[in-house]
Nanobody, 123 residues
Framework: QVQLVESGGGLVQAGGSLRLSCRASGRTISNYYMGWFRQSPGKEREFVATIGWSGATTYNADSVKGRFTISRDNAKNTMYLQMNSLKPEDTAVYYC????????????????WGQGTQVTVSS
């Protein structure tokens, strides 16, 4: 099973940018579909974005379209989430996940999860 570790979270002002990274170990991510989810206090974990094997196909949640970009570098065994025009409502713990089954927007489609990285957007 692949192990995932997120990094790049932090505190940023509204309108700012952050880039999250998800580094994999144990197995190459080139055989996995990958995704980002987030969870705010008191809320369920929600889908953010997903990406296919090669990186050519992506799908974003409506709430982040036009602001967030998911990408991957299989040679570095790493996935990214570029977050621009951040809003206070983007504040959450962000999780990366890996799936063998396809580009999924539901949690149960993923087999491996990272521990999460906190993103806080101040107004």
């Amino acid at each position: 099973q692949v192990q995932l570790v997120e990094s790049g979270g932090g505190l940023v002002q509204a309108g700012g940018s952050l880039r999250l990274s998800c580094r994999a170990s144990g197995r190459t991510i080139s055989n996995y579909y990958m995704g980002w989810f987030r969870q705010s206090p008191g809320k369920e974990r929600e889908f953010v974005a997903t990406i296919g094997w090669s990186g050519a196909t992506t799908y974003n949640a409506d709430s982040v379209k036009g602001r967030f970009t998911i990408s991957r570098d299989n040679a570095k065994n790493t996935m990214y989430l570029q977050m621009n025009s951040l809003k206070p409502e983007d504040t959450a713990v962000y999780y990366c996940a890996a799936s063998r089954r396809g580009m999924r927007s539901s949690e149960d489609g993923y087999d491996s999860w990272g521990q999460g990285t906190q993103v806080t957007v101040s107004s």
